[in-house]
């Protein structure tokens, strides 16, 4: 774009905005792209959980439920996962949580798998630990809906505001 502009112009200092234009157009869209699938991975978390949770209490190894919760789990959750499933088939529950704990950048996957990892480690009972998560996830998912039914409602008194400030 930018040798395009500059042949056509002829002036460089001109041809450095299609170029930038450009850039945050595409940043925009990919931005745009990444917070719909983030929301859709955040949605398919407490469905996960549940699942992992109904396989441990059926008297299910954790490592043997974590693995069926996650061939359960639809994409976008589903990839995030899949690379500690093999790590789990391959060998053992530790290291399986431990490289979904390193390998995420999801805030509540992190929190989760550092629970299972404290607790498989404690010896305390998981299914435990998987509620007050399932708590603390609804709490936050609930204060996000009332955060954007706020934003939403008050859409109106903003435009009005930028519409009389220059005013």
Do not use: W
Request: hydrophobic share 45%; with cysteine.
């Amino acid at each position: 774009v930018f040798l395009f502009v500059v042949i056509l112009s002829r002036n460089p200092l001109v041809s450095v905005f299609p170029p930038l234009i450009v850039y945050a157009g595409v940043y925009g869209f990919a931005y745009f792209k990444l917070s719909k699938i983030i929301k859709v991975m955040e949605e398919q978390i407490p469905s996960f959980i549940s699942t992992f949770k109904a396989n441990i209490q059926a008297n299910q190894h954790p490592q043997n439920a974590m693995i069926r919760a996650i061939d359960e789990t639809a994409s976008p959750l589903y990839d995030q996962l899949a690379f500690s499933k093999e790590i789990m088939e391959a060998g053992d529950f530790r290291p399986g949580i431990v490289a979904l704990r390193m390998g995420t950048d999801n805030e509540t996957l992190r929190h989760l798998s550092t629970c299972i990892e404290l607790a498989s480690d404690s010896g305390s009972n998981l299914v435990e630990q998987l509620d007050i998560v399932e708590g603390i996830i609804e709490d936050k998912q609930a204060l996000e809906r009332k955060k954007n039914l706020g934003i939403n409602e008050n859409k109106p008194l903003f435009i009005i505001s930028i519409l009389v400030v220059p005013v």
